[in-house]
């Protein structure tokens, strides 16, 4: 199994790290336009093989697509990633260039590989993946939604004063300060639901600070997060590449699913050897239809800066 990562930078780094230390892929390449830091990053994470107990071979490259060769799997990490204060939508300008360039290089080289889109705005960026190379739809996925849903978990954790292994939750929409949708209603923790220990006014809450997850992070670090990032990803790599048929909330381009056509956003899907291979469609009530649907309105309008 080989994976490519293209951006070497905090989130790229981080996710080949995670793929590397549960030992599941035989190579993982690292791409990076900045001459030799794809390769620094490898060699130093090939240096903790024996600290960490892992066989990935792990190589660098600058921009050099050749040796993407044959990937089963590539992550988009590429691009810019927002500093406090801004949106994820305000990259689009810079972001989508890179986006449709590096999807085609990958291509060229590896015909027959899934691409994970992480570049923000994701939603956006996957869809732009949809449009621009022609790749079937289970093969092109955006994680955002695996990533909210551990913020969520984290969230809940924190408000029922318990393991997060403890607790079960999801979230889906849009991967944006306000289009994603925390599935509260079916949370719980130990499959009981949350609200038999917590009031509606926390829950109500612990949607809110899940929905900023991201800027608030921004907000401390002075740029985006990576640590979390990185291992969602590295569980969506996982379960394709082991076929672990997995239910994780992608980015995923529906046609008719939740009442949604032509836009890619987080929905429950089943991940396994064939990429997206099921949409999960969940009974939602109306006011959870609503906030989707005005989540799809927001995603919409941001592709509609895309230049086509
Ligand atoms: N979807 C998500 O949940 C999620 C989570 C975290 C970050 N992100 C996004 O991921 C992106 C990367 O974030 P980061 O913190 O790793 O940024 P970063 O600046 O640390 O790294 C980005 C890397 O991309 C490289 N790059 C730029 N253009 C390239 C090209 N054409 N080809 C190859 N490499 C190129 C840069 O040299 C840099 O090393 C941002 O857009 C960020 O918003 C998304
Ligand atoms: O918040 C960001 O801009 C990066 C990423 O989308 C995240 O949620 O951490």
């Not at 999807?103 to 996957?126: F, G």
């Not at 980015?251 to 990429?275: A, F, N, Q, R």
């Not at 949409?279 to 649907?293: F, G, Q, R, S, W």
């Amino acid at each position: 199994m080989k994976v490519t990562v293209v951006g070497a930078g905090a989130v790229g780094a981080s996710c080949a790290e995670y793929i590397a230390i549960k030992n599941f892929a035989s190579e993982v390449v690292i791409l990076d336009i900045k001459e030799n830091f794809a390769e620094g990053k490898a060699m130093d994470l090939m240096q903790t093989a024996s600290l960490n107990g892992f066989d990935t071979k792990i190589t660098g490259s600058t921009n050099d697509y050749t040796k993407t060769a044959g990937s089963d799997i590539a992550v988009i990490t590429s691009g810019i990633p927002r500093k406090p204060g801004m949106t994820r939508e305000e990259l689009i300008g810079i972001n989508a260039g890179i986006v449709k360039e590096v999807s085609s290089n990958l291509i060229k080289h590896s015909p027959d590989v899934t691409i994970i889109v992480v570049s923000n705005p994701m939603d956006t960026m996957t869809y732009l993946v949809h449009k621009t190379t022609g790749l079937p739809k289970n093969r092109i996925i955006g994680m955002g939604g695996a990533l909210d849903s551990a913020r969520f978990k984290y969230r809940l954790s924190e408000a029922l004063e318990a393991p997060a292994s403890d607790v079960d939750g999801m979230v889906i929409g849009g991967h944006s300060d306000t289009g994603m949708v925390p599935l509260t209603r079916l949370a719980t923790r130990n499959s009981v639901p949350v609200s038999e220990f917590i009031s509606e006014e926390r829950l109500n809450q612990v949607a809110e600070d899940t929905k900023v997850g991201g800027a608030t992070l921004t907000k401390m670090l002075g740029t985006s997060a990576w640590y979390a990032p990185g291992a969602a990803v590295s569980g969506l790599v996982q379960a394709i590449a082991c076929d672990q048929k997995k239910i994780f909330p992608c980015s995923t381009l529906l046609s008719g699913e939740y009442g949604l056509d032509d836009l890619c956003i987080g929905v429950p899907v089943v991940l396994g050897k064939d990429g997206i291979e099921k949409i999960v469609e969940i009974e939602l009530n109306d006011a959870e239809k609503t906030k989707l649907k005005e989540s799809a309105e927001g995603v919409k309008k941001t592709n509609g800066l895309l230049e086509l």
